[in-house]
């Protein structure tokens, strides 16, 4: 079914579920895939025990889905809090960060009532799209090591500088001495399967269609891994080239798994001052990855802000009750979900439910997995985020555009994500001054019998300031000036200030200035000073 804009669709976040599962199943078992390391290595690099990451990337699928009216999102552990979990649980405990986790999920609920979701519409599109070239490269360059079977560290440690004293250039070097053939091979395998499939797909041809590359890729991976370890035992990989995960024998191993939040620190200030951390920073997280998302979007649906904020609140608190990590929306699986070929928020769905089942049920088959493929996948997930046309298409928009743009990129591959984010943030701001410096579309200059008339516009702003006092500075003496500021609906004090300090320096330059109509600063309606 193709989608439209129409109001039947836009109306109805459940429009299209069930006649695109056939994409959506596919699209979940991908993002599945890809969130099994994910969960693992966030857990692993916060310093929280790793089935914490696999119940925070269950709730974040299952639950966020059936709350939230993104389309595309997923959600899960998010690398990007990583260093503040670590901070919290060594100061405070596990148990007491779950508390704080629990009221943050409160306070983010809090601020979707109070719609402040409307943050996400102030970022520049210039920072988005460089905080998607940003993640693509991150996501590129930390997925070498374990294509060339140097697993030591996960992917969840996405920070330019990391624990070990290794920051990720260093990291591509020391691996060197660690190359595994076996992981080698599968990742090249791999690779020439993801290319070849995506042309074949292409094609139309219907069973490339159904089944996904990355699925074939995970299967041929498990299969030339244990062909290795029958016949060639020197090239197998071992225990720490796999994926991972804790298995649940009964229902009282699984029991053990979790992790109660102490409610007896509940007047403790310093489970609130993290509380409030987690929820601001997470909030920021969710918008900028919601706004990242619907860009990727190929049928330009626009995810309700304020909902998404009261869903990713409900299940960090309930994240917090049984021992998870905190969920945002992640980038990450989000674009890996949509380059699948998801339709709707079906997929995300599913793969929440395949980590469950997957956990409860088959835990010893998922531990089978070669990290290597996983790698491969998420080689191509980077480049479609980061690919060359894009780098054009931003510079052909111009400077203002490139430059922020560059500069998020750069932020976060040598930071992490929201010190990247400010960085591009604060480049943009610079611009949009820089580019109001230079525009003059606050006034109108005109020129009849010798006299220059300027007619300020309905809105002059302090970032006119500077430009309207070179303007007025740039006026030969003896000549013959009108100020007009009848349109004028608003005018800053910064450029009252200017003109009337201009009349002074009119006299002594010999300028004869007439002022039409400028009664004071601020707005028509207000009294004057």
């Known amino acids: ?63 966020v889905p059936l709350v939230s009216h993104s389309a595309l999102g997923v959600s899960g552990p998010a690398a990007g809090l990583t260093v503040i979990v670590l901070m919290a649980i060594q100061d405070l405990g596990f148990e007491a960060f ?84 076996g992981a080698l091979i599968i990742a090249s395998v791999s ?58 024998q009964s229902g009282a191993d699984l029991l053990k798994q979790f992790t109660f939040p102490d409610f007896s620190q509940l007047t403790n200030p310093q489970v609130y001052l993290t509380a409030l951390t987690l929820a601001v920073v997470a909030s920021l997280e969710t918008l900028l990855c919601v706004e990242a998302t619907d860009k990727l979007d190929s049928e330009t649906r626009v995810t309700p802000t304020n909902r998404e904020l009261v869903a990713q609140g409900l299940a960090n608190s309930v994240s917090g009750l049984i021992g998870g990590l905190p969920v945002t929306q992640v980038i990450v699986r989000s674009s890996a979900n949509i380059q699948a070929g998801a339709r709707t928020k079906a997929a995300a769905f599913v793969h929440g439910l395949l980590l469950l089942i997957t956990v409860l049920l088959i835990p010893t088959l998922l531990n089978l997995i070669p990290l290597a493929s996983l790698a491969a996948i998420l080689f191509v997930v980077g480049y479609k985020l980061a690919k060359p046309e894009l780098f054009k298409k931003m510079y052909q928009m111009g400077m203002y555009h490139f430059v922020p743009y560059i500069a998020t990129i750069l932020g976060l591959v040598f930071t992490d994500l929201l010190v990247g984010i400010g960085i591009g ?45 070179q303007t007025l500075d740039h006026l030969p003496d003896h000549s013959e000036v009108v100020i007009d500021a009848s349109d004028s609906r608003y005018i800053d004090y910064d450029v009252y200030e200017i003109i009337i300090n201009f009349k002074v320096e009119a006299k002594r330059k010999g300028i004869r200035l007439k002022i039409i109509n400028l009664k004071g600063w601020g707005r028509r309606t207000e009294k004057f000073c």
Request: a negative charge; one cysteine or more; charged letters at 10%.
């Open 1 to 63: 079914m193709k989608y439209t804009n129409k109001p039947p669709f836009q109306s109805d976040p459940d429009f299209g579920v069930l006649s695109n599962l056939r994409y959506d199943i596919p699209a979940g078992v991908v993002v599945f895939l890809v969130a099994v390391p994910l969960c693992l290595g966030i857990a692993m690099a916060s310093g929280a025990p790793l089935f914490s990451g696999l119940i925070a990337g269950i709730i974040g699928g299952i639950l």
């Open 98 to 181: 779950l508390l704080a986790l629990v009221v943050a999920g409160i306070f983010q609920a809090a601020m979707g009532f109070c719609k402040a979701g409307i943050i996400a519409y102030f970022f520049p599109s210039s920072v988005i799209n460089g905080m998607l070239s940003g993640i693509g490269i991150i996501i590129f360059l930390k997925q070498i090591p374990h294509a060339l079977g140097y697993d030591r560290d996960y992917e969840g440690d996405i920070s330019f500088f990391q624990g070990d004293d290794y920051n990720t250039f260093s990291e591509l070097s020391h691996m060197l001495s660690y190359i595994t053939p």
């Open 191 to 248: 690779l020439v399967i993801l290319g070849l499939w995506e042309q074949l797909s292409m094609k139309k041809q219907r069973i490339f269609q159904l089944l996904p590359g990355s699925l074939i890729v995970v299967i041929a991976g498990i299969l030339i891994s244990q062909i290795l370890q029958a016949f060639s035992p020197g090239l197998a990989l071992g225990a720490e080239h796999l994926v991972n995960i804790p298995v649940v």
């Open 425 to 469: 943030l604060g480049i943009a701001l610079l611009c949009i001054l820089l580019e109001n410096y230079k525009n003059a579309g606050y006034y109108h200059e005109e020129h009849e019998n010798d006299v220059t008339i300027i007619r300020l516009s309905e809105h002059v702003s302090f970032l006119n300031k500077a430009n309207i006092l």
